[in-house]
């Protein structure tokens, strides 16, 4: 059972636009993750939102979680080619049993 | 040191070979993962080592075999595998529990092609 969802599941842009990707739940999480991988690469982590409503911002990247703890949001301000891969967010589940979920994965690519 | 290294990167195996995939971390996490990856798609889970002890398998076939030597090293001993094994293996290690353990470090994975 996939208990986070993502949207989009692709994303094809020009390079200085903006965008938006959603991770949604009915699942409350103790905590969730965003991670980007690169072809041919293990994913890497960007942030941790732990409270709700809380917003963390990366440079162009900034990331909201929700009030609930159920569902998050990342938004890429003036994309670049750079920014091209999978963006995975995940969330552990139950808190105590080291279980990562998921999400399904948007795969984001900017064109030059 | 926050990277974990894994061996080999590519690995082409046929039906009936027994072959092993190797993972080190040296950041003192003690929970350490397998996941195995399809094109396109998020990792899924396949077993999770707590204290060097299994504590996770998500009904893994047995022709995979987690082993935890030592607090830095994971294993996963491939034998009699089918085509449809074919993916990218990824390893991962964290802190143990709550919400460390969803910041995970993974390594670059091991592309497998099973013939």
């Known amino acids: 059972t996939q208990l986070l969802e993502q949207s989009p599941q692709f994303l094809s842009i020009q390079e200085g636009e903006n965008l938006t990707v959603y991770c949604n739940s009915s699942?409350?999480?103790?905590?969730l993750q965003w991670y980007r991988q690169e072809p041919g690469e293990g994913p890497v982590l960007l942030v941790t939102v732990v409270t709700g409503g809380e917003v963390k911002k990366l440079k162009r990247l900034t990331f909201q979680f929700g009030d609930a703890r159920k569902d998050s949001s990342l938004h890429i301000t003036a994309a670049q080619p750079g920014d091209t891969g999978l963006y995975l967010c995940a969330g552990v589940y139950g808190g105590a049993t080291n279980k990562l979920i998921f999400g399904t994965g948007t795969l984001l690519a900017v064109q030059p | 040191d926050t990277e974990v290294t894994q061996t080999p990167k590519h690995l082409v195996m046929g039906m009936t070979n027994k072959k092993s995939l190797k993972c080190e971390q040296h950041?003192?996490?003690?929970?350490m993962y397998w996941y195995k990856q399809k094109a396109k798609k998020p990792p899924e889970l396949m077993f999770v080592?707590?204290?060097?002890?299994?504590?996770i398998n998500e009904s893994v076939p047995s022709r995979f075999s987690p082993e935890c030597p030592n607090s830095s090293l994971l294993n996963l001993h491939l034998h009699a595998l089918q085509p449809e094994d074919s993916a990218l293996y990824l390893c991962a290690s964290s802190q143990v529990g709550g919400r460390d353990s969803g910041e995970q470090f993974f390594g670059p994975g091991t592309r497998l092609t099973v013939l």
């Open positions: 699942s409350v999480f103790s905590s």
């Open positions: 080592y707590s204290y060097e002890k299994l504590s």
């Open positions: 950041m003192g996490h003690r929970a």
